[in-house]
Protein backbone atom coordinates (compact mmCIF):
# COMPACT_ATOMS: atom_id res chain seq x y z
CA UNK A 1 0.00 0.00 0.00
CA UNK A 2 1.67 3.05 -0.75
CA UNK A 3 1.48 6.69 0.99
CA UNK A 4 -0.34 8.40 -1.65
CA UNK A 5 -3.45 9.95 -1.78
CA UNK A 6 -6.11 11.26 -4.46
CA UNK A 7 -9.39 13.42 -4.04
CA UNK A 8 -12.35 11.80 -5.37
CA UNK A 9 -15.75 12.13 -4.51
CA UNK A 10 -15.47 15.02 -1.95
CA UNK A 11 -13.09 13.48 0.27
CA UNK A 12 -8.86 12.13 0.25
CA UNK A 13 -8.58 8.61 -0.31
CA UNK A 14 -5.66 6.26 -0.53
CA UNK A 15 -5.05 6.63 -4.05
CA UNK A 16 -5.45 2.34 -4.64
CA UNK A 17 -8.92 3.16 -3.94
CA UNK A 18 -9.35 6.17 -6.24
CA UNK A 19 -11.35 4.41 -8.90
CA UNK A 20 -14.38 5.09 -10.67
CA UNK A 21 -17.16 2.45 -12.33
CA UNK A 22 -16.97 1.21 -15.83
CA UNK A 23 -20.53 2.71 -16.43
CA UNK A 24 -19.09 6.18 -16.38
CA UNK A 25 -20.06 9.13 -18.51
CA UNK A 26 -16.56 10.40 -19.13
CA UNK A 27 -15.07 6.78 -19.49
CA UNK A 28 -17.47 5.69 -22.03
CA UNK A 29 -17.21 8.96 -24.20
CA UNK A 30 -14.11 11.26 -22.82
CA UNK A 31 -16.60 13.75 -21.56
CA UNK A 32 -13.81 15.17 -19.11
CA UNK A 33 -11.75 17.97 -18.96
CA UNK A 34 -8.23 18.41 -17.18
CA UNK A 35 -5.36 20.50 -16.58
CA UNK A 36 -1.52 19.32 -16.07
CA UNK A 37 0.25 21.82 -13.38
CA UNK A 38 3.72 21.44 -12.40
CA UNK A 39 4.78 21.96 -8.93
CA UNK A 40 8.91 22.29 -8.54
CA UNK A 41 11.19 21.19 -5.59
CA UNK A 42 12.42 24.50 -4.21
CA UNK A 43 15.50 23.56 -2.75
CA UNK A 44 16.82 26.86 -1.31
CA UNK A 45 13.76 26.68 0.79
CA UNK A 46 12.52 23.10 1.53
CA UNK A 47 9.33 23.70 -0.13
CA UNK A 48 7.35 22.99 -3.65
CA UNK A 49 6.45 25.67 -6.11
CA UNK A 50 3.55 25.37 -8.01
CA UNK A 51 3.28 27.40 -11.51
CA UNK A 52 0.88 29.68 -12.36
CA UNK A 53 -1.82 27.44 -10.49
CA UNK A 54 -4.58 30.17 -10.87
CA UNK A 55 -4.07 30.54 -14.38
CA UNK A 56 -4.66 26.41 -14.98
CA UNK A 57 -7.55 26.39 -12.52
CA UNK A 58 -8.75 29.34 -14.67
CA UNK A 59 -8.51 27.97 -17.85
CA UNK A 60 -10.17 24.58 -16.30
CA UNK A 61 -12.41 26.47 -15.89
CA UNK A 62 -13.06 27.54 -19.28
CA UNK A 63 -12.95 24.12 -20.52
CA UNK A 64 -15.94 23.50 -18.19
CA UNK A 65 -18.04 25.84 -19.54
CA UNK A 66 -17.54 24.66 -23.27
CA UNK A 67 -18.13 21.23 -22.90
CA UNK A 68 -21.18 22.06 -19.92
CA UNK A 69 -19.36 20.51 -16.97
CA UNK A 70 -20.64 22.01 -13.90
CA UNK A 71 -18.18 21.61 -10.74
CA UNK A 72 -19.72 21.09 -7.85
CA UNK A 73 -16.36 23.43 -6.25
CA UNK A 74 -15.16 26.68 -7.78
CA UNK A 75 -11.34 27.22 -8.63
CA UNK A 76 -10.48 29.10 -5.15
CA UNK A 77 -11.38 25.70 -4.04
CA UNK A 78 -9.69 23.82 -6.43
CA UNK A 79 -6.24 25.31 -5.84
CA UNK A 80 -6.89 24.77 -1.56
CA UNK A 81 -7.22 21.19 -2.36
CA UNK A 82 -4.32 21.17 -4.27
CA UNK A 83 -2.47 22.80 -1.33
CA UNK A 84 -3.82 20.34 0.65
CA UNK A 85 -2.87 17.32 -1.57
CA UNK A 86 0.79 18.10 -2.07
CA UNK A 87 1.28 18.37 1.61
CA UNK A 88 -0.44 15.20 2.17
CA UNK A 89 1.60 13.24 -0.83
CA UNK A 90 4.69 15.10 0.82
CA UNK A 91 5.89 16.13 -2.14
CA UNK A 92 9.71 16.61 -2.17
CA UNK A 93 10.71 15.72 -6.33
CA UNK A 94 8.82 17.91 -9.10
CA UNK A 95 5.42 16.63 -9.59
CA UNK A 96 2.83 16.87 -12.34
CA UNK A 97 -0.99 17.14 -11.03
CA UNK A 98 -4.09 16.34 -12.61
CA UNK A 99 -7.11 17.69 -12.01
CA UNK A 100 -9.99 16.21 -14.11
CA UNK A 101 -13.76 17.82 -14.29
CA UNK A 102 -15.87 14.90 -15.76
CA UNK A 103 -19.62 13.61 -16.24
CA UNK A 104 -19.71 11.25 -13.44
CA UNK A 105 -23.54 10.17 -14.41
CA UNK A 106 -24.04 6.28 -14.58
CA UNK A 107 -26.73 6.09 -16.88
CA UNK A 108 -26.57 4.83 -20.52
CA UNK A 109 -29.11 5.93 -22.01
CA UNK A 110 -29.90 5.87 -25.60
CA UNK A 111 -29.65 9.49 -26.16
CA UNK A 112 -25.89 11.02 -25.35
CA UNK A 113 -26.29 14.64 -23.91
CA UNK A 114 -24.50 16.74 -22.01
CA UNK A 115 -26.85 18.55 -20.38
CA UNK A 116 -28.08 18.14 -16.98
CA UNK A 117 -25.51 15.33 -16.01
CA UNK A 118 -24.09 15.02 -13.03
CA UNK A 119 -20.84 16.28 -12.32
CA UNK A 120 -17.79 16.07 -10.00
CA UNK A 121 -14.30 16.88 -9.45
CA UNK A 122 -11.27 14.63 -8.72
CA UNK A 123 -7.58 15.32 -8.22
CA UNK A 124 -4.04 13.25 -8.15
CA UNK A 125 -0.30 13.78 -8.82
CA UNK A 126 2.66 11.60 -9.95
CA UNK A 127 6.27 12.45 -9.98
CA UNK A 128 7.20 13.84 -13.15
CA UNK A 129 10.59 14.86 -14.45
CA UNK A 130 11.61 14.94 -18.19
CA UNK A 131 8.99 14.53 -20.06
CA UNK A 132 11.19 15.14 -23.03
CA UNK A 133 14.90 15.15 -23.14
CA UNK A 134 15.39 18.85 -23.56
CA UNK A 135 19.31 18.41 -22.86
CA UNK A 136 19.77 18.24 -26.57
CA UNK A 137 18.01 19.11 -29.93
CA UNK A 138 14.76 17.21 -31.06
CA UNK A 139 13.94 15.60 -34.76
CA UNK A 140 10.21 16.18 -35.57
CA UNK A 141 8.44 15.52 -37.98
CA UNK A 142 4.92 16.53 -39.61
CA UNK A 143 2.13 14.14 -38.83
CA UNK A 144 -0.20 13.34 -41.07
CA UNK A 145 -2.64 13.51 -39.04
CA UNK A 146 -4.44 16.86 -38.84
CA UNK A 147 -5.11 18.99 -35.80
CA UNK A 148 -8.87 19.07 -34.03
CA UNK A 149 -11.10 21.56 -35.54
CA UNK A 150 -12.69 24.40 -33.13
CA UNK A 151 -16.21 23.59 -35.03
CA UNK A 152 -15.81 19.67 -34.06
CA UNK A 153 -13.87 19.18 -30.81
CA UNK A 154 -12.56 22.66 -29.58
CA UNK A 155 -8.66 22.30 -28.88
CA UNK A 156 -9.06 25.13 -26.62
CA UNK A 157 -10.40 22.99 -24.78
CA UNK A 158 -8.58 20.55 -22.95
CA UNK A 159 -10.89 17.76 -23.42
CA UNK A 160 -10.01 14.08 -22.13
CA UNK A 161 -11.44 12.54 -25.46
CA UNK A 162 -9.65 15.01 -27.69
CA UNK A 163 -6.04 13.32 -26.30
CA UNK A 164 -6.79 10.63 -29.38
CA UNK A 165 -5.36 13.20 -31.66
CA UNK A 166 -2.38 13.55 -29.67
CA UNK A 167 -2.01 9.87 -29.31
CA UNK A 168 -2.22 8.91 -32.79
CA UNK A 169 -0.02 12.16 -34.08
CA UNK A 170 2.42 11.07 -31.50
CA UNK A 171 2.82 7.00 -31.39
CA UNK A 172 2.78 7.19 -35.84
CA UNK A 173 5.65 10.05 -35.11
CA UNK A 174 7.57 7.71 -32.38
CA UNK A 175 7.38 4.53 -34.69
CA UNK A 176 8.68 6.91 -38.15
CA UNK A 177 11.18 7.40 -35.72
CA UNK A 178 10.67 11.41 -34.91
CA UNK A 179 11.08 12.51 -31.21
CA UNK A 180 7.84 14.62 -31.49
CA UNK A 181 5.46 15.81 -34.00
CA UNK A 182 4.09 18.79 -35.12
CA UNK A 183 0.66 18.69 -36.41
CA UNK A 184 -0.93 20.66 -39.16
CA UNK A 185 -4.56 22.45 -39.48
CA UNK A 186 -7.45 21.00 -41.88
CA UNK A 187 -5.98 24.50 -44.24
CA UNK A 188 -2.25 23.32 -43.72
CA UNK A 189 -0.93 25.37 -41.05
CA UNK A 190 0.83 24.73 -38.32
CA UNK A 191 -0.92 24.34 -35.59
CA UNK A 192 1.26 22.93 -32.49
CA UNK A 193 3.04 19.73 -31.32
CA UNK A 194 1.45 16.48 -30.27
CA UNK A 195 1.10 18.44 -26.66
CA UNK A 196 3.16 20.87 -26.51
CA UNK A 197 2.96 24.76 -28.34
CA UNK A 198 5.46 25.62 -30.85
CA UNK A 199 7.28 28.73 -31.35
CA UNK A 200 9.79 29.44 -34.24
CA UNK A 201 12.95 32.05 -34.56
CA UNK A 202 13.26 34.22 -37.64
CA UNK A 203 14.92 36.70 -38.22
CA UNK A 204 15.22 37.19 -34.44
CA UNK A 205 11.50 37.39 -34.20
CA UNK A 206 9.58 34.89 -32.52
CA UNK A 207 6.57 33.35 -34.11
CA UNK A 208 4.14 31.33 -32.63
CA UNK A 209 0.62 29.80 -34.36
CA UNK A 210 -2.38 32.87 -33.38
CA UNK A 211 -4.86 31.48 -30.53
CA UNK A 212 -7.76 30.77 -33.95
CA UNK A 213 -5.03 27.96 -35.40
CA UNK A 214 -6.72 25.24 -33.09
CA UNK A 215 -4.37 25.03 -30.50
CA UNK A 216 -4.16 25.12 -26.59
CA UNK A 217 -4.18 28.82 -25.40
CA UNK A 218 -0.82 27.57 -23.44
CA UNK A 219 0.21 28.98 -20.32
CA UNK A 220 3.95 27.88 -20.95
CA UNK A 221 2.99 30.17 -24.28
CA UNK A 222 2.02 32.95 -22.57
CA UNK A 223 4.82 32.60 -19.92
CA UNK A 224 7.56 32.52 -22.78
CA UNK A 225 5.95 35.39 -24.51
CA UNK A 226 5.93 37.64 -21.64
CA UNK A 227 9.74 36.96 -20.71
CA UNK A 228 10.51 37.16 -24.58
CA UNK A 229 9.31 40.23 -25.03
CA UNK A 230 10.11 41.88 -21.01
CA UNK A 231 13.52 40.45 -20.67
CA UNK A 232 14.79 39.67 -23.69
CA UNK A 233 13.25 42.88 -25.59
CA UNK A 234 11.80 40.41 -28.23
CA UNK A 235 9.20 40.81 -30.94
CA UNK A 236 6.01 38.19 -30.68
CA UNK A 237 4.23 37.77 -33.79
CA UNK A 238 1.27 35.47 -33.55
CA UNK A 239 -0.42 34.63 -36.74
CA UNK A 240 -1.08 31.30 -39.15
CA UNK A 241 2.53 29.68 -39.71
CA UNK A 242 2.77 27.96 -42.94
CA UNK A 243 4.67 23.91 -43.36
CA UNK A 244 7.66 25.28 -45.03
CA UNK A 245 8.33 28.12 -42.59
CA UNK A 246 9.56 25.09 -40.34
CA UNK A 247 12.14 24.37 -43.05
CA UNK A 248 13.69 27.88 -43.44
CA UNK A 249 13.70 28.88 -39.29
CA UNK A 250 16.81 29.85 -37.66
CA UNK A 251 15.29 27.80 -34.20
CA UNK A 252 12.82 26.60 -33.04
CA UNK A 253 11.19 25.12 -29.88
CA UNK A 254 8.33 23.32 -28.18
CA UNK A 255 6.72 24.89 -25.28
CA UNK A 256 4.47 23.13 -22.59
CA UNK A 257 3.97 22.95 -18.95
CA UNK A 258 5.71 18.77 -19.01
CA UNK A 259 7.56 19.82 -22.15
CA UNK A 260 8.89 22.82 -20.72
CA UNK A 261 11.09 24.20 -23.29
CA UNK A 262 12.22 21.87 -25.74
CA UNK A 263 14.87 23.18 -28.40
CA UNK A 264 14.50 21.58 -32.13
CA UNK A 265 17.38 21.39 -34.24
CA UNK A 266 15.47 19.18 -37.31
CA UNK A 267 12.25 19.08 -38.61
CA UNK A 268 11.59 16.40 -41.35
CA UNK A 269 15.39 15.68 -41.34
CA UNK A 270 16.34 19.10 -42.37
CA UNK A 271 18.50 20.70 -39.80
CA UNK A 272 16.78 24.15 -38.55
CA UNK A 273 19.40 27.23 -38.09
CA UNK A 274 22.93 25.44 -38.11
CA UNK A 275 21.54 22.21 -36.95
CA UNK A 276 22.65 23.03 -32.99
CA UNK A 277 20.64 24.53 -30.13
CA UNK A 278 20.18 28.68 -31.15
CA UNK A 279 20.91 30.81 -28.51
CA UNK A 280 17.39 32.22 -28.14
CA UNK A 281 16.13 28.94 -27.51
CA UNK A 282 18.40 28.97 -24.42
CA UNK A 283 18.03 32.18 -23.34
CA UNK A 284 14.29 31.19 -22.98
CA UNK A 285 15.07 27.82 -21.34
CA UNK A 286 17.02 29.43 -18.96
CA UNK A 287 14.76 32.17 -17.93
CA UNK A 288 11.87 29.53 -17.89
CA UNK A 289 13.81 27.11 -15.49
CA UNK A 290 14.53 30.45 -13.15
CA UNK A 291 11.16 31.56 -13.24
CA UNK A 292 9.68 28.17 -12.33
CA UNK A 293 11.75 27.61 -9.49
CA UNK A 294 10.65 31.31 -8.38
CA UNK A 295 14.30 32.79 -9.12
CA UNK A 296 12.52 35.96 -10.70
CA UNK A 297 11.29 37.97 -8.20
CA UNK A 298 9.83 39.63 -10.68
CA UNK A 299 7.31 37.08 -11.36
CA UNK A 300 7.22 35.67 -7.74
CA UNK A 301 3.33 36.21 -8.18
CA UNK A 302 3.85 32.85 -10.70
CA UNK A 303 4.62 30.34 -7.74
CA UNK A 304 2.49 29.59 -4.74
CA UNK A 305 4.81 28.14 -2.39
CA UNK A 306 3.78 25.13 -0.38
C1 LIG B 1 -2.54 19.92 -26.90
C2 LIG B 1 -1.69 20.75 -26.02
N1 LIG B 1 -1.16 21.89 -26.51
C3 LIG B 1 -0.38 22.69 -25.76
C4 LIG B 1 -0.07 22.36 -24.45
C5 LIG B 1 0.76 23.29 -23.64
O1 LIG B 1 -0.05 23.96 -22.71
P1 LIG B 1 0.50 24.44 -21.30
O2 LIG B 1 1.68 25.28 -21.57
O3 LIG B 1 -0.61 25.21 -20.71
O4 LIG B 1 0.86 23.20 -20.55
C6 LIG B 1 -0.57 21.17 -23.90
C7 LIG B 1 -0.25 20.78 -22.55
O5 LIG B 1 -0.99 20.93 -21.65
C8 LIG B 1 -1.41 20.36 -24.71
O6 LIG B 1 -1.94 19.24 -24.22
Request: charged share 20%.
Amino acid sequence: MSDQYAYLRGEFVPLENASISIRTHAFLYGTAVFEGIKAYWLPESGQMGVFRMADHYKRLQQSSHILRLRSPIDADKMAELTIELIKRNQCQANTYIRPIVYKADLRIGPILTIANTQDDFCLFTVPMDGYLDTSKGLHVGVSSWRRLDDNAIPARAKVNGAYVNTALAKTDGHLAGFDDVVVLTNEGHVAEGSAMNLFLVRDNCLITSAITENILEGITRSTLIDLAQKELGLSVVTRPIDRTELYVADEAFFAGTATEVAPITKFDHRPVGDGNVGSISKQLQDLYSKAVHGLLPKYDRWVTRV
